[in-house]
């Protein structure tokens, strides 16, 4: 069992920036996907950011590329997504999401669809206005 606790959300305006984090509990690997979805009523749920971790294979979405950050600390079991020059079609609830993978190319689509994340967080949300 994998439970994870997102935080870190708020309100911000656009340009400007948040830190959400993810903890992770229970049994863990060594190399596993951790991921980071945002959902919205209008767009239903897409995949943000996935690592595979204690690795370097990292993968953005095109719609965030270059504005946000993934990164992990596994001695904490916390993963981050630092986000940069908000936007206002950021606005969302962000999940932090997991699921045992023996590959990096498992965290991502197509041999990763989201539905295969088994472990899912409660979700934060993040306001951005123009």
């Known amino acids: 069992v994998v439970q994870l606790m997102e935080s870190g959300g708020g309100s911000v305006q656009a340009g400007g920036s948040l830190n959400l984090s993810c903890t992770a509990s229970?049994?863990?690997?060594?190399?596993?996907?951790m991921g980071w979805f945002r959902q919205t009523p209008e767009t239903g749920r897409e995949e943000v950011a996935s690592?595979?971790?204690?690795?370097?294979?990292?993968h953005y979405a095109d719609s965030v590329k270059g504005r946000f950050t993934i990164s992990e600390d596994n001695a904490k079991n916390l993963m981050y997504l630092q986000m940069n020059d908000l936007k206002p079609e950021d606005t969302a609830t962000y999940y932090c999401?997991?699921?045992?993978?023996?590959?990096?190319?498992?965290?991502?689509?197509?041999?990763?669809?989201?539905?295969?994340?088994?472990?899912w967080g409660q979700g934060t949300q993040v306001t951005v206005s123009s």
């Open positions: 999401a997991a699921r045992f993978a023996i590959a990096p190319r498992y965290c991502r689509a197509p041999d990763g669809p989201q539905e295969d994340y088994k472990f």
């Open positions: 229970g049994i863990l690997a060594e190399k596993m996907c």
């Open positions: 690592i595979y971790t204690n690795t370097q294979a990292i």
